[in-house]
């Protein structure tokens, strides 16, 4: 899906929020909207392991400018590059949520468990001792010899 408006009819916040190479994800919703209610904890769950791979704002629609693309609420806007990638009327379900997540921002990878070292300072310094240089093995060869 193409972006259907430009830049120009959007509020200034919204084109200073869209200009960045992160992926931009726009919830919007209402204090009294009860599907909104039902909505936002799905999403904030869904979003949070996001937080750090995409800029994510959750707005409230009687507080912050007019959005040209936000007809109802609550409406989910995913943009890349300052292009809008998807519009989702209400969240849907969580399973669709989540599928417009990896899809248009990534799978996020496994953290990375912290492993103690196979080897400690007494194995290194083993290991170095025996180690040979050009000089100190010809020196060794000839001592045998």
């Not at 200009?19 to 994800?25: D, E, F, L, N, Q």
């Not at 990896?102 to 080897?119: C, D, E, W, Y």
Request: with cysteine; proline share 8%; aromatic share 8%.
């Amino acid at each position: 899906m193409s972006s259907m408006t430009t830049h120009t009819t959007m509020a200034a916040v919204y084109r200073k929020a869209l200009k960045t190479w992160r992926p931009v994800i726009l919830y919007f919703g209402s204090q009294h909207c009860p599907a909104c209610e039902m909505a936002e904890p799905v999403f904030r769950q869904i979003a949070e392991p996001y937080r750090h791979h995409a800029q994510i704002y959750m707005l409230n629609t009687g507080e912050s400018p007019r959005h040209p693309d936000v007809t109802g609420t609550p409406t989910v806007l995913f943009y890349k590059e300052g292009k809008l990638l998807k519009k989702l009327k209400g969240i849907g379900t969580r399973e669709t949520l989540e599928e417009n997540f990896k899809k248009h921002i990534g799978k996020l990878r496994p953290k990375q468990i912290a492993r103690k070292p196979r080897h400690d300072l007494p194995w290194l310094q083993k290991t170095f001792s025996t180690l040979c240089t050009a000089p100190r093995a010809r020196g060794l060869l000839n001592a045998r010899l």
